[in-house]
């Protein structure tokens, strides 16, 4: 089965066959807004996959589940993709990145971004959620 070799969030990514991408504010872990609900306009998911010979030439199903702190899917995205690699036999590293657009966070707290191969969970990201200000201390005018 393909492995995720490595996957990140950041503000904006390119990614160009031959395996190279070009990444803006890489490793995300933490948005804030202003209020709730924090709709976030933008984030780039970034995927290094990596497929063995056998593998090449068939397609795998792709799918990215955005889980809000009590498991619950607030967006996914799924796809297929048919893997091209070298005739020498080696395992080939397929870059790419996906962009999620205006994701709408409820509330506050501890979220997930989950990577699923041939229905498998093969990633797992954390994305904490906060409000601007709420960094869990009281202010000392409130």
């Known amino acids: 089965m393909p492995e995720i070799e490595f996957a990140f969030l950041a503000d904006a990514a390119s990614t160009e066959p031959a395996q190279k991408f070009h990444v803006l504010g890489g ?27 056998p593998e090449i030439g068939r397609p795998h199903e792709l799918r990215i589940v955005v889980l809000d702190p009590d498991g619950k899917e607030i967006a996914s995205a799924q796809g297929s993709i048919v893997p091209h690699g070298h005739a020498d036999g080696r395992d080939t590293l397929l870059t790419f990145s996906v962009d999620l657009w205006n994701l709408t966070f409820p509330a506050p707290g501890d979220y997930s971004v989950r990577l699923l191969v041939n229905g498998s969970e093969r990633k797992r990201l954390p994305l904490i959620v906060s409000v601007a200000g709420d960094v869990g201390a009281r202010r000392p005018d409130a």
């Open 27 to 53: 490793g995300i872990q933490r948005i804030a807004g202003r209020s709730l609900p924090v709709v976030h306009p933008h984030l780039a998911l970034v995927v290094g996959l990596t497929v063995t010979a």
